[in-house]
Every structure is written in structure tokens, then in C-alpha cells.
């Protein structure tokens, strides 16, 4: 088939390779020219994901019309820019007859929205929606190590279709009906990668680490049960998976926003220097507000906020965390 893919930044990039693994057609459409240039005539991606070639029969575009015979589409932009990215596609028709997959980790800021939310509002003619997330740095993917992801559907058959369509050798999909637990894994578990960062780069030690990842999942899975999430997601690959990989991993960019504030940095400063985005310091104030409208408590993610847009002292923040009162694990 052909597969359509919407926004080449690294992980976008590394999805086109695995869709040309499986053996189908790639086209990815990209805003910007130059992006779109390096892909057709170098076979590279040298802004987003360079020291990797690309397979030639890789087409990239800024003509949402070259898409209109995918009949599955990666939605691969960031989460802040999905609806206005959403709202064009859907002008051009290629959403009709397409099952739409996204695979942005986020929570949008003026509505608190997932992926899905955004979709049905900015899309209606994508009728066949899916979430594909997990442990899956696009640097790895792109290399052929062996990555194991989920995708998540309310109707199974279009999962088990996303699955059958992109699984490959390195590359295993398993299935879920919970778009919302996987959802809400993949945003969450960037607001807790920065606070990992954080932990690092202010040299706090490996014990801190630990029970801020253990008891960041418990709070990620506090605000997903409270959605309406099966608690089960939240200890799969879209849950403790990609946490341990974003929390722990050298290729986290939002790990690495947490570590570099960690040392001292300014937010805006690091965001400055970075080409790809860091999902969780949006997510961060989107999920915080989220989570007071169904009336669940994340102490991290509010300390990540201090820390972040109100220049809080990180040994501060881990002195309140470690002081809250006491209570069951459970």
C-alpha cells in the first residue's frame, strides 16, 4: 500500500524507513522545502535525524495532494500543532478513505485535549483513528534494533490493520482498544523524563531517580484511571516502557530539557537550542490542568511546573515532594 506520513521530524523519518521495511510506498509530507529537498535528492534528513540514509524509494512533499492514495496516514507533528496541521488535511480530502494513525506524545495547552479529542474536532473525516506509542527512540529505529510498540484503537480491526501494515522483523506492534491510557502514558511520561533530567543534572543520585520514575507512574496512572484508561496500560510499553526509555535514555530530548535545568540552564535558553521539540514543557501546564478538572493530584508534575515557569530551586522541589505527608503506597 501506500503510507502517507505527516511531518518528517526524526520520528516521523524513522516510521517512513519502517513502513519501507514492511514493504510500502513512503509519502512524507513536510513543511519545510529544505527538508523536503535533502529527503528526494540525498536520501537524508539532516536537520531532523542526520548519519542516516534514507531508502531512495522514500518521497517527500509539501503538496498534501501527492498523499491522496495513502491509505494509512502517520499523523508524526507535535501535538501544539496538530489541529491547524489537521485542519489543512482535512481541507485537501486525504483523511476520507485513510485510517489515521498519530503518534504525538502530548496534551494540548488551550483545550487539554489528546490526540483523539483534536481529531474528531479538526478531522471528522478520519473515521478511523489509532494512537501508536511506546519505547521507540527513532535514532534506535532507524539502526534496526529490535523496538516493541503498542496501538491502540477503539475498534480493534483498525489496530490489528496499523499492526499487520507496519510490523516487521525489528519492528513488533501489539494491539489495545485504550486510546486514552496509551495516550495519556505517552504525554505524562514526558513531564516525568524532565523531572529525570532533572534529577540528573543536579546530580541528586540514582536513588531519587528511582522513586521519582516509580512514583511518577503511579501518578501518570492515577490521572489515566480518572480519564476512564484500563490500569493495565499504564504497565505495558506505552506506560513503564517508554517511561524507562525517556527517563533513562541519552536520546530523550526531554530528558535532556530536565537535565540542563538541572545544571542551572534557562529554559528558554536550552529550547532555543534545539531543533526537534521537547513535548513535556507544554505538557507539562496542559496536564496540571487537565488533572484539576477531574480532581486527581500530580505532585511531580506540579514541582516540574515550579521548576520550569517559576524558576523553583530543584532541591527545593524534591524537599517538598520528600515532605508531603505520609501515606500508603497503594
Same mark, same amino acid.
Given at each position: ?36 529537498? *535533502?529527503?528526494?535528492? /540525498? ?52 483523511? #476520507? ?11 494540548? &495547552? ?17 473515521? +478511523? ?29 483498525? *489496530?490489528?490493520?496499523?499492526? /499487520? ?9 501489539? #494491539? ?19 523531572? *529525570? ?9 540514582? /536513588? ?9 507512574? *503511579?501518578?501518570?496512572? +492515577? ?22 526509555? #525517556? ?36 505538557? #507539562? ?8 478538572? &477531574? ?17 523553583? /530551586? ?17
Amino acid at each position: 500500500m501506500t503510507v502517507g506520513i505527516i511531518g518528517a521530524g526524526a520520528w516521523g523519518t524513522a516510521l517512513g524507513v519502517v513502513a519501507t521495511d514492511a514493504g510500502h510506498s513512503v509519502v512524507m509530507w513536510a513543511r519545510e522545502p529544505d527538508v523536503v529537498q *535533502a529527503i528526494n535528492t /540525498n536520501h537524508t534528513n539532516s536537520v531532523y535525524l542526520p548519519q542516516t540514509t534514507l531508502p531512495s524509494s522514500i518521497q517527500a512533499t509539501n503538496e498534501w495532494t501527492a498523499l491522496g492514495d495513502a491509505e494509512l496516514i502517520i499523523l508524526a507533528t507535535p501535538t501544539q500543532h496538530s489541529r491547524s496541521v489537521l485542519t489543512l488535511a482535512e481541507k485537501s480530502g486525504i483523511l #476520507t478513505d485513510s485510517v489515521l494513525v498519530s503518534v504525538a506524545k502530548g496534551i494540548e &495547552v488551550s483545550t487539554q485535549q489528546l490526540l483523539r479529542g483534536i481529531a474528531e474536532e479538526a478531522a471528522p473525516s478520519a473515521r +478511523r483513528f489509532a494512537v501508536l506509542s511506546g519505547p521507540s527512540h527513532a535514532e534506535e529505529v532507524v539502526r534496526r534494533m529490535a523496538t516493541s510498540v503498542v496501538c491502540a484503537s477503539e475498534d480493534l480491526e483498525d *489496530a490489528e490493520y496499523v499492526q /499487520n501494515a507496519l510490523s516487521t522483523s525489528d519492528f513488533r506492534i501489539y #494491539t489495545s482498544t485504550d486510546i486514552v491510557g496509551v495516550e495519556i502514558c505517552g504525554a505524562l511520561k514526558n513531564v516525568i523524563a524532565i523531572a *529525570a533530567g532533572i534529577v540528573d543534572g543536579a546530580g541528586m543520585g540514582d /536513588n531519587t531517580k528511582a522513586a521519582l520514575i516509580t512514583r511518577g507512574l *503511579a501518578e501518570i496512572t +492515577r490521572l489515566g484511571v480518572a480519564l476512564g484508561a484500563e490500569q493495565r496500560t499504564f504497565y505495558g510499553l506505552a506506560g513503564l516502557g517508554d517511561l524507562i526509555v #525517556t527517563a533513562g535514555s541519552p536520546h530523550s530530548r526531554n530528558r535532556y530539557v530536565g537535565e540542563q535545568i538541572g545544571k542551572g540552564a534557562v529554559l528558554s535558553d536550552v529550547l532555543n537550542s534545539m531543533t526537534a521539540v521537547a513535548e513535556g514543557v507544554p505538557t #507539562t501546564k496542559a496536564a496540571l490542568d487537565l488533572a484539576r478538572s &477531574v480532581n486527581v493530584e500530580l505532585p511531580i508534575t506540579e514541582q516540574v511546573s515550579r521548576i520550569l515557569f517559576e524558576n523553583a /530551586n530543584p532541591q527545593d522541589a524534591i524537599h517538598l515532594l520528600m515532605n508531603r505527608p505520609l501515606g500508603s503506597e497503594a
